[in-house]
Nanobody, 124 residues
Framework: QVQLVESGGGLVQAGGSLRLSCAAS????????MGWFRQAPGKEREFVAA????????DYAASVTGRFTISRDNAKNTVSLQMNSLKPEDTAIYYC?????????????????WGQGTQVTVSS
């Protein structure tokens, strides 16, 4: 089992940057694909980025490609999301998630473990 705790959210002006971190418990962290999702008020949870267990493959939503970077440190059991050039439409609660199952990395239902979320607010 994996427990996930996000940190690093906050209020930032448009064009600014934030770095989210997700700390994971469990000795098998390195075997999990890790993802970041977000959910804005009144909207469904949407995929942001994912990274495979070795870190050799990353996937991004089209809306964040070129602005966000996902990375992981298996020695420290952490996964991070560097967010640059933030826009007001990036405002949402950001969730860290973990999966070992096969299948799409962009579908929330394929992830078995979730953090509690961290709020990101981008002002215009």
């Amino acid at each position: 089992q994996v427990q996930l705790v996000e940190s690093g959210g906050g209020l930032v002006q448009a064009g600014g940057s934030l770095r989210l971190s997700c700390a994971a418990s469990g000795r098998t962290f390195s075997s999990y694909t890790m993802g970041w999702f977000r959910q804005a008020p009144g909207k469904e949870r949407e995929f942001v980025a994912a990274i495979n267990w070795l870190g050799g493959r990353t996937d991004y939503a089209a809306s964040v490609t070129g602005r966000f970077t996902i990375s992981r440190d298996n020695a420290k059991n952490t996964v991070s999301l560097q967010m640059n050039s933030l826009k007001p439409e990036d405002t949402a609660i950001y969730y860290c998630a973990a999966k070992r199952s096969l299948g799409s990395t962009t579908t929330p239902g394929t992830y078995a473990y979730w953090g509690q979320g961290t709020q990101v607010t981008v002002s215009s």
